[in-house]
């Protein structure tokens, strides 16, 4: 069975670095890109970017460019994102998905960033 | 501020037929590229309902359907149910952005 499974929630204070994980199970995790969604406190869904897992290569959405780092550890199939200094405006629910023929076929469980203003 | 419009909320009685636009633009939809549809539980995590305009995974019923016409797609729910109930995105890739994009998101209310 393909899986997505992300790292547990996290509350951080402001200014400080993190590091989310997807790691992913039952394919080939070089063959197809993960991308990362972000979805705001009651609001909808957004493209932050993908990553090519066979090179480690991010694409970026213009909205996150340079907020956030995107990156693989292909010998343990995982993907991560990372910021280096939290805002409360980075409060939000994180999803990574894996991107087959231009859609998101298999999603993560989400994990929830908290950062208290 | 998305590139993909779809109309806030939609309602219907049960065993009614709705419909969810996803109104794009030349540098996305109407370039070609293809429409492909979410649906959110309450709660729940994303799950792709329609891919490549009108394509169903395995296990979604066939009562949803998908089509693409122009610089819009659209979503079909026929035979609502009450489990229907949920936030419905389009998505797409945009080529001025370089990037993928997803719709402003449709409520759907079974009365």
């Known amino acids: 069975e393909v899986q997505l499974v992300q790292s547990g929630a996290g509350v951080k204070k402001p200014g400080e670095s993190l590091r989310i994980s997807c790691e992913a199970s039952?394919?080939?995790?070089?063959?197809?890109?993960i991308s990362w969604v972000r979805q705001l406190p009651g609001k909808g869904l957004e493209w932050m970017g993908r990553?090519?897992?066979?090179?480690?290569?991010?694409k970026y959405s213009p909205s996150f460019q340079g907020h956030v780092t995107m990156s693989v550890d292909k010998s343990i199939s995982t993907a991560y994102l990372q910021w280096n200094s939290l805002k409360p405006s980075d409060t939000a629910i994180y999803f990574c998905?894996?991107?087959?023929?231009?859609?998101?076929?298999?999603w993560g469980n989400g994990t929830t960033v908290t950062v208290p203003s | 501020q998305s590139v993909l419009t779809q109309p806030p909320s939609v309602s219907g009685a049960p065993g009614q037929r709705i419909t969810i636009s996803c109104t794009g633009s030349?540098?996305?939809?109407?370039?070609?590229?293809?429409v492909h549809w979410y649906q959110q539980l309450p709660g729940t995590v994303p799950k792709v309902l329609i891919y490549?305009?009108?394509n169903r995974p395995s296990g979604v019923p066939d009562r949803f359907s998908g089509s693409k016409s122009g610089t819009s797609g659209s979503l079909a729910v026929s035979g609502l149910q009450a489990e229907d109930e949920a936030e419905y995105y389009c998505?797409?890739?945009?080529?001025?952005?370089?990037?993928?994009?997803f719709g402003t998101g449709t409520k759907v209310t079974v009365l």
């Open positions: 998905a894996r991107v087959v023929a231009w859609h998101l076929d298999v």
């Open positions: 039952g394919y080939s995790f070089t063959t197809y890109w």
């Open positions: 990553i090519d897992p066979s090179n480690s290569y991010p």
């Open positions: 030349s540098s996305n939809i109407g370039a070609g590229y293809d």
């Open positions: 490549s305009n009108s």
């Open positions: 998505q797409s890739y945009d080529s001025s952005l370089s990037s993928y994009v």
